[in-house]
């Protein structure tokens, strides 16, 4: 499926073109910001740009689908396909739902990781455990939509995944957080349980990719994963009733 | 084997509190009224039963049911040894539910791609080594529509590569819920000889509900009739409509105005056709009078549609 999706995608003009769209804004950004850099207007590395601008592109791709809508939908108009299907619910709601929207990103990424590995910026472990790192996310990502996707149909609340959205879009393109946290409150910021933009968020406080990011993420990826479990098993029943 | 027995099935309201409360058991939900109240039925093996009734009737809350949709709120069901809303592995293996206007394909990949993950998901031959799909394809002329995405396709076509896609992995149990929504008399066609197909090369259980009550008596051999959430009817569509069709109408292509006027009060002429209202017991004297009472080229006797007979049991 994933496979045929991707030639659909290579068989699409339309698709080349939201390509292109997408890695000329991306593009732009990282330039930007290393202008700004360069002026010392920004207090960041070109390797923390870099980084950041790649993990905030998966986030802002997943953010306009916005993978709750697509959940939801799944959740309860077709909700003869999760119940009856022999596949697990988790593996029909990655596999029909969450894959595709990540198949559809996936050449920006990988041109934006070989772009990071042609031009040395990062040693290629630490490009690898930053790609575990965003994979690990995107897992979080998966299981924190599953929640809002429950609670949308729970609450009859549309709005809930135009707040996560709006939320989510706001957060991860914005300095925000270092706006409004200095001092002790960055530090502990930094061990708070992630949202949606951790890594892109830890990667503008912190000039190196250390162990706190990973203690962070296997955190929140346990609450997000056994809040989602209890909550799917308990909505399997209730849809039920 | 299908055994149901003293099945009910009362809705909650879905709004936001009563949602919160139930999920969460924060306290009690009134339920609403029973959409189905204490119905019983065996269905044994290789039947293909149509469930017929009104609106709110309390059919695709049975069907539900029976498939594990739903969980009753009281009485029993029993598919073979599984209890449906348990959701054994080997009972979703075992059942094809299709419900037309609820798409089963996803937009955006191409249909055979996903026919393909179906049979591998059930563990089938894939799609050019499997015959039993590949003749339902040939019998629906769907080959042709393989290729395209599901969102390119006519309401009718996606219908029917939707309901190939329901069933290619040889259920022993087809649930239909109003199949042939939206398909046209061609489309209607290929559909009923998919599922003349099926009865023969799988021998399955076939439940279906439709309003389009000819197609159910046309396809079942045995019809269940829902009202106000509880059983009305249930027999053989031939003895149905046998017991239940004592009218006749008696026809007659006037070639002259000859004996219009004084007419008997069972009989309406809007010449050039007469027409006799009459009943199956007095048919052969009123056929007897019209002929002499009428200068004729061409006589038609009709019974009641289907619909006619059971709009009745609809009230």
Known sequence: MIFAKIKNNLLDPAYYFSQILGLLSSSFLIILWLYLSKLKLVQLSNIQIILYFISIYSYFYLFTYSLIDRLAARLATGSQSFLLSPKSVYTTLFVKDYLPILVDNIPLIFLSLLLVIFTGVLPLNKLIYFIFLQFTVHLIYFFTSVIGAIFQLLLNWGFISFSFRFIGQTWNGSYIPLIFLSGGFLSFALFLPIFYSGIPFQLLLVQDLDYRLIINLFVFLFISFTMSYLLLARFKTHVQE | ?315
């Open chain 2, 1 to 315: 084997m299908i055994k149901v027995s003293g099945l009910t099935k009362k809705y909650y309201p879905q709004d936001t509190l009563s949602n919160l409360k139930r999920f969460f058991n924060l306290g009690q939900v009134a339920s609403l009224p029973p959409a189905v109240h204490n119905i019983s039925f065996t269905i044994a093996g290789n039947q293909t039963v149509g469930i017929i009734g009104p609106n709110g009737a309390g059919k695709t809350t049975t069907i539900k049911m029976l498939t594990g949709l739903l969980r009753p709120t009281s009485g029993e069901i029993l598919v073979d040894q599984y209890t449906p809303f348990e959701l054994n592995i080997n009972f979703k293996k075992s059942l094809a539910l299709f419900r037309g206007g609820y798409p089963n394909l996803d937009d955006g990949v191409i249909v055979r791609d996903q026919l393909e993950d179906r049979l591998n998901v059930y563990q089938q031959p894939v799609l050019a080594k499997n015959l039993y799909v590949k003749h339902i394809i040939r019998l629906s002329q769907s080959l042709s529509l393989l290729d395209s995405v599901p969102e390119n396709l006519s309401q009718g076509q996606r219908h029917l590569v939707e309901f190939i896609a329901s069933i290619l992995h040889r259920p022993k149990y087809i649930f239909l819920d109003e199949p042939m929504l939206g398909l046209d008399i061609l489309a209607i066609s290929r559909f009923k000889k998919v599922i003349k197909y099926l009865k023969m090369s799988l021998n399955p259980t076939i439940i279906l509900t439709s309003h389009i009550l000819q197609q159910v008596v046309d396809l079942s051999d045995r019809i269940i009739l829902i009202n106000h959430g509880v059983i009305v009817l249930d027999d053989t569509p031939d003895n149905i409509i046998r017991q239940n069709t004592f009218d006749r109408q008696i026809k007659l292509h006037l070639v002259s105005r000859q004996g219009t006027t004084d007419i008997p009060s069972n009989t309406y002429v809007k010449y050039p056709w007469a027409t006799i209202k009459t009943t199956k017991q007095s048919l052969e004297k009123d056929i007897d009078s019209g002929m002499k009472r009428f200068q004729f080229d061409d006589i038609r006797i009709t019974e009641p549609s289907v619909d006619q007979i059971f709009t009745k049991y609809y009230k």
